[in-house]
């Protein structure tokens, strides 16, 4: 409930707490935080003005999409700000501009905008609009909302009828890391605190390798740059085989992982470091739940090889099978739910720190990022009166990784949206990256 005298909307909750702490760490690099994007490439130009009236709906049912992310003592909240901002902003491609680099212009334009955390807002809406074809971008900071979130604003926007408007909720009961927290008994939350413990030091026991030499490492972050790469139906339909095969019918977003740590291995194998380190993610949400906003997700787990099982192809799925087979039996998700609320008490100096380095070797703990955002389900949908014909993801990323791989489907096709930051990384290096990475999608043996 609001705090009116505070103008406090909402406290930030522990799992929100995790991604403001990357936030900080990427804000530290010069960098302006976790900006995060979700893109619709549309066919046309959207009606403008019945997407503006559903956008302020969307923002009169969710007030904390307009707030101010403020810290008030050791906690964080989102806050009523004295006067609302523009979130609403359209980009016309100027006759005779290249469409195609206006597009990628502008949108990395919009992604590496830097302004303080209390003055950014939550979310914006982006229309840039081409001479044939336009894109809405939804832009938004990560301790406000996931990608989950991000597709569920979406199908707030797109929705045909105030029916299906209200069974889009803001839920105020207590935080989902809170909820599951509940459930355990004092002593039950101690044996999943020290459990997690464990796994974080048989994570460190390895020094994670960076794809980054030292030269690149010393030179200062600038820019996020991304490149999308879309396989066709035929390739989606081999690799979405192949995946299930080598990795098992639930392991698509194994089988993206290891074929990553693959292609990595193979664009340099004289990288410093003993095994490939990837986070990922697990949710706490519960599926058809329709809450678009602060429902985070938690990422603490890791996916994790050494150089001697990357380079063995049958073996390095068969190990990445096995880990996540651990995780699961042994519930590890649901043994960091309370490092994720003793975190949210830390500085965001030192939980950034705490997340990110190695306790054995104080080195980065993460070789890249990764999410499999998984099966898109637009397909049909007009976005006000255009034809949806793609889509794709963007985050900032910390340095060192200063790689992150996004992918998901749709329409039949995997879309992999690379973010790279640069001078660290150059978009010559991504497509070596990729041509590698597509060679192992398709790999169907040694």
Known sequence: MADKKQGILQPLNPADSFTL????????????????????????????????DRINIFLENFPVAQASLQQRGRRFYWCQREQQRQVFFQHPCSAGENQTKFFQQTIEKIINHNE?????????????????QSIFLLRWIHPFCDARGAELILKFLMAENPGQLK???LDSGKPLVNQQLDKYKWWQKIALFLKAKKHIETIDQYQSIIPLDQQQLQQKPENLRYEIFRSSEQQTTQIGKIARKQAGLTGANLYYQ???????????????????CVPYAFNLRKSKVLTPVLGNHVCALFSQATREQVQNRSQLFQHLKQQNANVIRKKMDYAFLPLMWAGSWLSLEKYGKTLRQSYKTGTERTSFWFSDIGQMDFKGQQFFNADIEGLFHLCQVSTPPALALLSCQFQGQLSLTYNFIEPQLTRDWINQLHDYYLEELLAASN
Do not use: W
Not at 260 to 269: D, G, H, Q, T, V
């Open 21 to 52: 702490a990357m936030d900080e760490e990427i804000r530290k690099e010069g960098m302006p935080g976790s900006l995060c994007g979700f893109a619709l490439e549309l066919s046309n130009k959207p009606d403008v003005d019945e997407l503006q």
């Open 258 to 276: 290891g074929c990553l740590m693959r292609a990595l291995e193979k664009i340099n194998p004289e990288f410093p470091g003993e095994a490939y």
């Open 116 to 132: 303080p955390r209390e003055q950014q807002s939550p979310i914006e809406f982006h229309l840039l609009e081409g001479v044939n």
């Open 167 to 169: 069974k889009f909720t």
